[in-house]
């Protein structure tokens, strides 16, 4: 399996649970407000550095894990830079 880490700009959550869902991800965890700092400058949903991010959790099976990323990866280009979109992938297995 492999357990994709997925940060997104809040105001864009939405459009990564409905690809999660499109490609049958069986689950996934969503942590609706992160805060930090990034490339696209810091977002610590104050007046000064405004907004806030959004971290979905999914195990995936190897196999589907590359159309559901280059499925990201056209969401982010077709968003732009400032979607603030990244994906981390590291290799797991369920234990229980």
């Known amino acids: 399996m492999k357990l994709l880490l997925i940060v997104v700009n809040s105001d864009h959550a939405a459009d990564v649970g409905a690809l999660l869902e499109q ?3 069986p689950g ?6 992160i ?9 610590l ?10 971290l979905f959790f999914a195990a995936v099976a190897p196999e589907h894990c590359t159309t559901l990323v280059d499925e990201l990866r056209a969401l982010r280009d077709d968003r732009g830079p400032e979607e603030g979109l990244k994906v981390y992938s590291l290799d797991t297995k369920e234990l229980l």
């Open 35 to 43: 805060l930090g700092k990034g490339a696209t400058g810091r977002k």
């Open 23 to 25: 490609y049958g991800v």
């Open 45 to 54: 949903g104050t007046r000064a550095f405004p907004g806030t991010s959004t």
């Open 28 to 33: 996934y965890s969503e942590i609706p407000t």
